[in-house]
């Protein structure tokens, strides 16, 4: 799975979560902090994100993960 | 002595008639804010309401809701009318529901709608109770909560079997205020106020009954070691289920300032609503904090009128605590230290020195005693020596609702709260809280009991053996890991996660499992959980 298509993968989860997310201000570099991201929508997206790529996550790291580029650099390196 | 023997009700009646129009509450996610009138006039026709139903002084109510103003007016609806209030974990699942209205006997439940998980609300309990869309409100007859009779929906749609509110509302129009006087007159700030569950180290949840005077008692103390007025505005992003959520609220009220309660919580949510309403406290756990300062690192808020608050709930780090002075300018903050069984916040002030706020807990409350002792002799520990912190206060609990073996092993026959926590007490009186005796996890401010999760475990068919432990959290303190030993085959470790996902609400589900073919074990064959501890430690280095 290269970069693009993690990056397509997370969008299409963070728009489920984040219905009012406006996919072309959101840069890969955008705070996921700027999103209406409460706590139960932050773990919804944990589980898809586990689920869709097969690791475990804590909640320590889902608060490293701060931006798309994080994640998809933690995406890349975990999935095996 | 209790120096504030009334009821919460009949504080917030005074405060309602000294000055009505003055704010009591903000909900800036639902955009709702109340009057101290208007909530005492809610108050007074929710507490009419349960007297039209019958409920008779000391009935015990329970209420399912995330934040909202509604909790608020239930809340000081059944303080009026006498009935003790059952605060259930709005994260709970369907099964730890039906669990908890067995326990707490509630003959009514109030149950929030119109909310983000209204669905999985509704479906949890009709899964407890699938007699409820065919039972007449008062006539239900579930045999998994075999006391309770009605279920009201906070809301305005009507569901099949329950009460919508403005129907339950409206049974108060039969009941005169002179009865409810008269009912109001005879409750005491002795009767039950709430029933708080909590995690015990046997797995089985237990309700502390907390009377009506230990929170405005707590409260007090609170307010007075904090300086509060009638002109602050203290946030708090704490779940009202929570005894410190609780507290919080009580102690705004008791200083008829405006409680700004955070309902949908998020770092910016929490840092816009104080910007917004021109905060001057915040009081949480560490990881609302932690999130609070994460949202600095990449916005801007104007936080100036922050000027102090509190953290407890769960182990306060030095750093963050610091943190929140410096970096969200609230020069009076202090770490603090409470238990649900003995007033939640009984440590801490603002004009302790700022070293002492950021190391240790504080010094006790007015009204408060503390002592640490050797866990094994029993004995007093000498000054700043470890061992297992007590407590003894009129904030105390009742004891645990219908539990009274295990209410004689928390509370002794002096009276002192035996709190499982580890501690050190200075010669100047400050404590540290430096670990804890029962095997407890305490994520983001609740406790976990691992046996509860070890035993969902256990009943997974392919697991022969499983061990739960916890992991420092830069976040929520700590978080849950699994040990797995199984009888045969393999399994995914997020299949794992999934079956938990399934039957225990998401705080309590571990966030890493291990497969291993044996744990460490003493010589008589428990298990080493503190080398599990480090082992997790260690793989999850490894993967990371």
Request: some cysteine.
């Amino acid at each position: 799975m290269d970069r693009k298509q993690i990056e397509s993968k997370m969008r299409e989860i963070l728009a489920q979560h984040v219905p009012e997310l406006n996919a072309k201000e959101f840069t890969l570099d955008t705070p996921f902090s700027s999103l209406a991201i409460d706590s139960l929508k932050l773990s919804k997206i944990m589980v898809d994100m586990e689920e869709t790529y097969g690791f475990t996550l804590s909640g320590s790291t889902m608060m490293k993960l701060k931006t798309l580029a994080l994640t998809i650099d933690y995406i890349e390196q975990n999935v095996k | 002595m209790n120096e504030y023997p009334q009821t919460i009700a009949w504080h917030l009646t005074a405060l309602a008639k000294q000055d009505p129009s003055a704010t009591a509450a903000i909900f800036p996610g639902a955009g709702v804010s109340l009057t101290y009138g208007q909530l005492n006039e809610r108050a007074q026709t929710v507490a009419k309401a349960l007297c039209a139903m019958g409920l008779r002084r000391g009935e015990h109510v329970a209420i399912w809701s995330p934040n909202s103003s509604h909790y608020l007016e239930v809340l000081f609806g059944c303080s009026a009318a006498g009935n003790a209030l059952a605060a259930i974990n709005s994260n709970c699942l369907a099964h730890e529901l039906g669990i908890f209205l067995k326990q707490s006997d509630a003959t009514v439940l109030f149950i929030a709608t119109g909310h983000s998980r209204e669905a999985e609300y509704l479906d949890a309990i009709r899964v407890v109770c699938p007699e409820l869309p065919e039972a007449l409100p008062g006539e239900l007859a579930a045999k998994a909560a075999p006391r309770l009779k009605t279920v009201v929906s906070l809301g305005a749609e009507k569901i099949p079997g329950m009460l919508a509110w403005q129907e339950f509302l409206a049974l108060g129009d039969t009941v005169a205020d002179l009865e409810l006087t008269a009912r109001d007159a005879a409750i005491t700030g002795d009767d039950i106020l709430l029933l708080l569950f909590t995690s015990g180290t046997t797995g089985v949840s237990k309700l502390a009954m907390i009377h009506q005077s230990c929170y405005m008692t707590d409260a007090h103390y609170l307010l007075t070691s904090h300086k509060m007025t009638a002109s602050d505005v203290i946030c708090t992003p704490l779940p009202l289920f929570h005894a410190w959520g609780l507290i919080v609220l009580l102690t705004s009220v008791a200083a008829g300032a405006t409680a700004l309660i955070i309902d949908q919580f998020s770092g910016r949510n929490m840092l816009a609503a104080m910007e917004k309403y021109r905060a001057t406290f915040v009081f949480g756990v560490p990881s609302m904090l932690v999130a609070a300062i994460a949202e600095l690192d990449c916005c801007q808020y104007d936080i100036s009128t922050l000027r102090g608050g509190a953290m407890a709930g769960a182990p306060c780090p030095p750093h963050l605590v610091q943190a929140v002075l410096e970096r969200m300018g609230a020069s009076e903050f202090c770490a603090a230290y409470g238990s649900t069984e003995a007033a939640i916040c009984i440590t801490g002030s603002y004009d302790d020195p700022a070293d002492k706020r950021i190391m240790t807990v504080g010094r006790p409350l007015p009204g408060v005693n503390l002592k640490v002792i050797d866990p094994q002799t029993g004995e007093l520990a000498p000054s700043g020596v470890q061992g297992e912190l007590c407590i003894n206060s009129a904030m105390n609990m009742k004891g645990y609702y219908n539990m009274p073996e295990e209410t004689a092993r928390t509370i002794d026959a002096e009276g002192w709260v035996h709190s499982g926590d580890l501690a050190c007490i200075d010669k100047d009186g400050f404590c540290t809280i430096t670990g804890r005796s029962k095997d407890i996890i305490i994520r983001g401010g609740e406790n976990i009991a691992p046996i509860e999760i070890e035993q969902l475990l256990y009943a997974h068919s392919q697991v022969k053996d499983a061990a739960v432990v916890g992991i420092p959290s830069d976040y929520y303190g700590e978080e849950p890991v699994a040990f797995v030993i199984l009888k045969q085959g393999s399994i995914k470790p997020l299949e794992l996660k999934s079956y938990c996902r399934k039957h225990i609400a998401y705080q309590k589900v571990p966030v890493h499992y291990f497969l291993v073919d044996e744990f460490p074990r003493t010589g008589s064959g428990k298990v080493q959980k503190f080398k599990l501890r480090d082992l997790a430690l260690s793989l999850i280095k490894d993967q990371l």
